[in-house]
């Protein structure tokens, strides 16, 4: 079966660019997050949706990352105006209900985005 | 607030050794625990997970960990390495929905 799929997988942007990096999660599943991958770092929470609603946007680094999921399925994570600072792997993640600690999150192969 | 420690930024064993990665945590709840495995250009894939049942888990590919409370220790072990073992490993603390990452234990595997 399909799993999370994200897109595009990697990403060069011009300092100052803005970038749209799409994530198809697995059907059905409620709850969706965003995480953010520094080179040598573990991920770091960016924002969590249940089905459309955007519960959590407290690791959102800055008023540039925005995201949505309007229809409570596909889901994107913008960022504005570019900075060299947001190079880093961006992951996405799925999990079949609402967010509890013991939900498996199953993670797509994340967009690596490369600010020049 | 919650937070991993792993103690060993990489850690090399040769084939069909034991494997031992290390993980701390804080929490002050009684959390969820996980341990997913990452292969360069993959996605995170999941090995096992702790939720407050038997404090021994075992997982995928022979990999076990455990839960010590008064240790606030979750390790990772394996018997006997494979060099399909190699790749980096996270440690995962969760109270809520929200996952808490360590930094990661790059594993190598010797022939």
């Known amino acids: 079966g399909a799993g999370v799929s994200q897109s595009p997988r990697y990403k060069v942007a011009k300092r100052g660019q803005d970038v749209a990096l799409r994530c198809d999660p697995i059907?059905?599943?409620?709850?969706l997050f965003w995480y953010q991958q520094a080179l040598g770092q573990g991920p770091e929470f960016l924002t969590y949706?249940?089905?459309?609603?955007?519960?959590?946007k407290s690791g959102l680094p800055s008023d540039r990352f925005f995201a949505e999921r309007p229809e409570g399925s596909v889901s994107t994570l913008k960022i504005q105006r570019t900075q060299q600072e947001d190079s880093a792997v961006y992951l996405c993640a799925s999990s079949w209900t609402s967010g509890h600690g013991n939900n498996e999150q199953f993670f797509g192969p994340g967009t690596r985005l490369t600010v020049l | 607030a919650q937070s991993v420690t792993q103690l060993d930024s990489h850690v090399s064993v040769s084939e069909g050794t034991p494997v031992l990665l290390r993980c701390n945590y804080s929490?002050?709840?009684?959390?969820?625990l996980f341990w997913y495995v990452q292969h360069p250009n993959k996605g995170l894939q999941l090995l096992l997970k702790?939720?407050?049942?038997?404090?021994l888990v075992k997982g995928i590919n022979g990999f076990e960990a455990e839960f010590k409370k008064s240790e606030t220790s979750f390790h990772l072990t394996k018997p006997s390495a494979h060099m399909s073992d190699a790749a980096e490993y996270f440690c995962v603390v969760s109270e809520t929905y929200k996952y808490i990452f360590g930094t990661g234990t790059r594993l190598k595997v010797l022939a």
């Open positions: 702790y939720t407050s049942a038997a404090t």
């Open positions: 059907s059905g599943h409620v709850s």
């Open positions: 929490s002050s709840y009684s959390p969820s």
């Open positions: 949706f249940q089905n459309e609603a955007q519960l959590d």
